[in-house]
Nanobody, 118 residues
């Protein structure tokens, strides 16, 4: 069973950038990034196939967020630019089927907090 560990969250000013990392214990998994703000449902952001060839983004983050992976390090990255207060949430990575639905992912990390100050 794959273990996932997110890192890279923190406090950033509006307009700033962060790069989140998702380290997997084993290789070969499609990875998705999601976020959940207080009182809201978990929201899909982006996903990437295990080969890195296929990617998909939520429309509202296209052009601001980028997803990539380094399979030599079993790590997937989420680069987030021009962050705004509405991006404040706990960010999760997950392993499973390549999809924008949380139900398609069986394995989840513990999450990393991103807070954007205005």
């Amino acid at each position: 069973q794959v273990q996932l560990v997110e890192s890279g969250g923190g406090l950033v000013q509006a307009g700033g950038s962060l790069r989140l990392s998702c380290a997997a214990s084993i290789s070969g998994y499609n990875i998705g990034w999601f976020r959940q703000a207080p009182g809201k449902e978990r929201e899909f952001l982006a996903c990437i196939s295990w080969t890195g060839i296929m990617t998909k983004f939520k429309d509202s983050v296209k052009g601001r967020f980028a997803i990539s992976r380094d399979n030599a390090k079993n790590t997937v990255y989420l680069q987030m630019n021009n962050l705004q207060s509405e991006d404040t949430a706990v960010y999760y990575c997950a392993a499973g089927q390549l999809s924008d639905s949380p139900a398609a992912y069986r394995h989840w990390g513990q999450g990393t907090q991103v807070t954007v100050s205005s």
